[in-house]
């Protein structure tokens, strides 16, 4: 039976926070673990998280130990780095044994041909960010944050996590019409590339649901949107796709 999750653009600030409460709820919501086969984390889960640093692995302990419960019981584990969790394979698939991917990939869910991403590569027209992206990943950056501690990276990367929630939420999406139609735009591009059945992405923080067909074939394009707007995640399985809507408390 194929029960696949994905969520994105959770942006938990501190494990007491409401949305790492409810990430909590819903990973331990899964007691009867053959209810989930895969679980994608599509991308910027954390507002802030730098390689192995213990700031972040103590910070987040009960998170994580779902995590593992979820992957000793047999259910997939994928983790999408996005512009707030970077140099994941340090910790996530080093120690934990995570898949980590820093680029969009292709995977086969059923019948479903399936291409993910964090989406923060969909607009060639923004410039500054793509060169910011490129720069963060730099072997210069790389070194600086393997070695500065954990606390001092907390403090630097929060002020810069928050210019950049801004960005995404507001100077982004001012126009949501905009923001979709650059969506649409990519999953149009990449399709004629690798043909897929469903692309799901977030880092745009715009919830879109569209069938598309480009005269070459069909395909369905999902935005994840953002939990600071509505919480929610997309499942898949055998028939079909859909939304659920995600509240603190209903997992009690």
């Not at 709820?25 to 390689?51: C, E, K, M, N, P």
């Not at 640093?53 to 994928?78: K, M, N, T």
């Not at 630097?156 to 649409?184: C, F, L, Q």
Request: glycine share 6%; with cysteine; aromatic share 12%.
């Amino acid at each position: 039976m194929l029960a696949a999750y994905f969520v994105s653009d959770i942006h938990i600030t501190s494990a007491d926070s409401e949305r790492g409460r409810l990430f909590l709820a819903f990973l331990q919501s899964f007691r009867d673990t053959s209810q989930i086969t895969h679980l994608y984390l599509l991308g910027d889960i954390f507002d802030l998280w730098v390689a192995d640093h213990r700031y972040f692995v103590d910070g987040y302990a009960d998170i994580i130990a779902e995590i593992r419960r979820l992957q000793d019981a047999g259910v997939e584990v994928s983790y999408f780095e996005g512009n707030h969790d970077l140099y994941l394979r340090d910790f996530w698939e080093q120690e934990l044994g995570v898949t980590v991917h820093a680029g969009p990939t292709a995977v086969r869910l059923g019948d479903t041909r399936v291409r993910l991403e964090h989406g923060d590569e969909m607009d060639p027209d923004d410039k500054g960010y793509l060169f910011l992206r490129w720069f963060l990943r730099t072997w210069p950056i790389s070194f600086l944050v393997r070695h500065l501690p954990g606390a001092l990276i907390a403090r630097i990367g929060e002020k810069a996590s928050a210019k950049s929630r801004d960005y995404t939420s507001n100077t982004k999406v001012i126009a949501p019409e905009n923001s979709v139609a650059k969506i649409h735009q990519h999953a149009r591009k990449v399709f004629l590339e690798e043909p897929f059945d469903l692309i799901v992405s977030g880092h745009v923080h715009v919830r879109d649901d569209t069938r598309i067909d480009t005269g070459d074939g069909e395909f369905r394009t999902v935005n994840l949107g953002s939990w600071m707007d509505a919480p929610c995640c997309l499942r898949l399985d055998q028939d079909d796709a859909c939304f659920i809507e995600l509240a603190e408390g209903q997992f009690t």
